[in-house]
């Protein structure tokens, strides 16, 4: 039988998904913790700007980390998102990027803070960056939930970091292998074999 919220202890990951686990990396504690204190630093930066802060999520693996942070922020935000894939292989980027769903939202004198779950090589971040920047925003700047630094192939002005994470391919907290794990309230890594 499945767990209740209020049954569920600080380490808890639904059953069906367990088994697979090796490690838990970062657990949900120290995630919200972070997040906190990011949120501190983006209020601080972005206080008395003439428009509203337009916060952009990488479709999908940074839809939980951008929902928590909007949750934080007392500046006035506003969101919208982009979706986008690389041509490599399911698990390591090639750089070259194709927008499968651009922004909605004009940016053209905005700040914009870009959302991201990961920056692994920074190929698809330094894309969206150039990308992002020929449309004239005020600014663009870039939080990503997570760093893989021994991974990079492009250097990249990433403002707010939330964590590093050794070469391990990691799931939970809206990262996915194969659109699975997402919900995993925590980072883990997944048991050799059930992962990339
Ligand atoms: P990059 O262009 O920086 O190499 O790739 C960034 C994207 O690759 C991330 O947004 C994410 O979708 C995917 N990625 C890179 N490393 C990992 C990982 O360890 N786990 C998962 N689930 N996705 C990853």
Do not use: F, Y
């Given at each position: 039988m499945s767990s209740t919220s209020a049954e569920r202890d600080d380490l808890w990951i639904p059953e069906q998904l367990r088994?697979?686990?090796?490690?838990?990396?970062?657990p949900a504690d120290r995630i919200a913790a972070r997040l906190d204190e990011l949120a501190a630093e983006v209020d601080r930066d972005y206080a008395g700007r003439d428009t509203d802060l337009l916060l952009v999520g990488v479709l999908r693996g940074a839809v939980f980390t951008l929902s928590d942070l909007a949750r934080r922020l007392t500046i006035p935000s506003a969101i919208d998102f982009m979706a986008c894939s690389s041509y490599g292989s399911s698990t390591t980027s090639s750089g070259v990027v194709r927008i499968l769903k651009d922004l909605d939202t004009e940016i053209e004198g905005r700040d914009v803070l870009l959302v991201e779950d990961i920056v692994d090589t920074g190929l698809t971040l330094d894309y969206l960056i150039k990308n992002l920047r020929s449309r004239n925003p005020a600014s663009v700047e870039v939080l990503s939930l997570l760093t893989k630094p021994s991974r990079r192939e492009v250097e990249l002005p990433v403002r707010y970091i939330g964590f590093e994470v050794p070469d391990v391919f990691v799931v939970g907290y809206g990262l996915d292998y194969a659109e699975r794990y997402r919900g995993i309230p925590h980072i883990v890594s997944l048991k050799p074999g059930t992962g990339a």
């Open positions: 088994e697979n686990v090796e490690e838990i990396l970062i």
